[in-house]
């Protein structure tokens, strides 16, 4: 009797044991699982935030109210007067006189521009036996230059503004004449819009580059000439930005830059949706898109030539047209407003002879 009190009483034990082993185990399971989530998951996915980023997110949801003078971003008349953006993340007052250096750029490529613009659109289809590949590219290269000679010292700063994104936002206001003796400082400005569209059989991409250089040279100062370069290419769904400010890197940091107006714009039947350009990026990004989409459209509308190469075969035929223009242009604002968060951009344009 007493040898089946002795089993019966190890046999409990070793369950007893085997039951803590399990609940330890299950609990260490639990613990792990928790860990990753919080530490891993949730960062990744954007679920888990801290205070600091949390409460950031929060207030970058408010729209930053941009100031009614923005929606004249040109006037030519007599004095000319002109907006310009810097990049977000800067200082105010570096922020503010990169702004001044594009709203000058600005007026030199839209007053005293060239515009050349070549367009490839092409098709292939190749057959063999049973399968047949087809595939067609259209590659569209707009390159917008402008050299002008004035007088900095005529520039007046006529109204400021600084976004909680740090964006410079400026207003300047000069009298310009092109053969005034006065103007003794230079300013050089190159935008390049480049597209790209590619589909084979059923697979499509797309690519698009915009670039925007200015060198600004200033007969008061004996340094090198001041550099900006603004890079910014879309591939399929994915960004990268790159900007240059004299000898800095200027860092793009991705948040929720959302603006209103007190303003009241609004869409309406003859605005097309080619013209809105988003500032889910920044100001400047969706302003210098918009200007260089619109020029790249306009230059090929006011002149162009078509040069066309075909080939054809038993089994195989290739087809190009080719479209050249170079137009010294000026360019003007049909409209420019905002709405849900998009620049509305559309210009006009004149040769000039």
Known sequence: MKYIIAFITVLLIGNS???????????????DKKNYEENVFNKEFGEYEDSVEAQRRLYDRIPEKLPDWVFNPVDFSNPIRVVGFSDPNMEKEEAYEQAILRAKAMFAMMNYGTISNITDDYTNLHESGKYSLYSTKFQDFSLSKATIAYDNSAIVLVDTFYTKYNEGVVLIEFDYESNSENNLDTIEVKGEHLQVFMERNFRKEKIEFFNFFVKDNLSNNDSVDLISQYNYKV???????????????????????????????????????????????????????????????????????????????????????????????????????????????????????
């Open 235 to 353: 591939v399929n769904r994915g960004f990268d930005i790159s900007s240059i400010y004299g000898n800095k890197t200027i860092e793009f940091k991705e948040r929720t830059y959302n603006y209103r107006s007190e303003l009241e714009f609004v869409k309406d039947s003859t605005d097309s949706d080619l013209n809105t350009f988003r500032l889910t990026r920044g100001l400047w990004n969706g302003y210098v898109s918009g200007i260089l989409s619109n020029a790249t459209v306009l230059s090929k509308l006011l002149a162009s030539k078509i040069k066309n190469s075909n080939d054809f075969y038993t089994l195989k035929s290739e087809g190009l047209i080719r479209t050249i223009a170079r137009n010294r242009v000026s360019f003007d604002f049909n409209d420019f407003k905002m709405y849900e968060n998009q620049f509305y951009i559309d210009l006009n344009g004149q040769i000039k002879y």
């Open 17 to 31: 044991l085997l039951f803590a082993q399990e609940v330890n185990t299950s609990q260490l399971i639990d613990e």
